[in-house]
DNA sequence: ATGACGTGCGATGCACGA
């Protein structure tokens, strides 16, 4: 099962790339975020013929989140990042979707930095810091997936040099990303790609795609009933290599079949000799 | 130090992104 994080720069302006990838990668589950749509121009036929329920919080001109199911509709837990009844920009949906805990977040940018951007940013990621505990111990199997715009170490970025006053890089912003990490979510890429450098986005400017200076900013972060799942993770390249393209890529995970929970009637009378085997976990 | 590029809004340049 592949689930998949895509900041799609405006699902109507990109709508058949979207079509296209999704045609192509067959995805069970999207995380979509800046959508750039108000709620009613999300173009919900055009998914639902692709095979795909959706559901979504849009917001007129900027930010908009999206979960989308192939072959399901999303079962919609919450929209709106709790914390602030203040908030009123989209950037954060809950779902469950094929059998996982699906969360697609759309984190503040946060630049110029220092500034009231950069003061929001930084309060939102101790609003998700709040909520993400809440997941981590629920039990259930969760993804927190999204646009993070978070840079979390030198390695995640093709040169640091020119970019160490953006908001991405702040050590505030780094700090509250390992606190993520420090509750307990695997970041998923850097687990698969261990010292290997790999990019989610890569800016239109000074023809930074063409000479591959990306950034590691779009994160899949799982939760311990979820990560042993984990068989692969990559990035959809091809996708910013087309025309008129988003700053980002698709970036995804595989995950193996879910264990089935045994519902026998009754344990054995006798308690028999200890055969429970543990199959070695790459992810935990 | 700035701008390079791109999107939405709506009609022109501006806000915003990263």
Redesign the pocket.
Known sequence: MKIATF?I??I???LGALLEWLRREQPEVVCLQ?L???EEAFPVEAIAGAGYGAIWHGQ???NGVAILARDADPVEIGRGLPGDPDDTQSRYIEAAAHGVIVICLYL??G??QPGP?FDYKLAWMDRLLVRARHWIDSGQPVVMAG?Y?VVPTDEDIYNPK?WRK???LQPESRERYQQLLDQGWLDALRHVFGEERVYT?W????QHWERDAG?R?DHLLLNAELAPRLRAAGVDRWVRGEP?PS?HAPTWIELGPAKRVARKAAPPKTPARQTTTRRARSAT
């Open positions: 900041n720069n405006g109507n302006t990109r800046e750039k749509a108000p007129k001109s900027w503040p940018n630049n110029p951007k646009d715009n020119s953006d908001a991405l986005f800016d239109y400017f000074r950034l900013i008129k700053d």
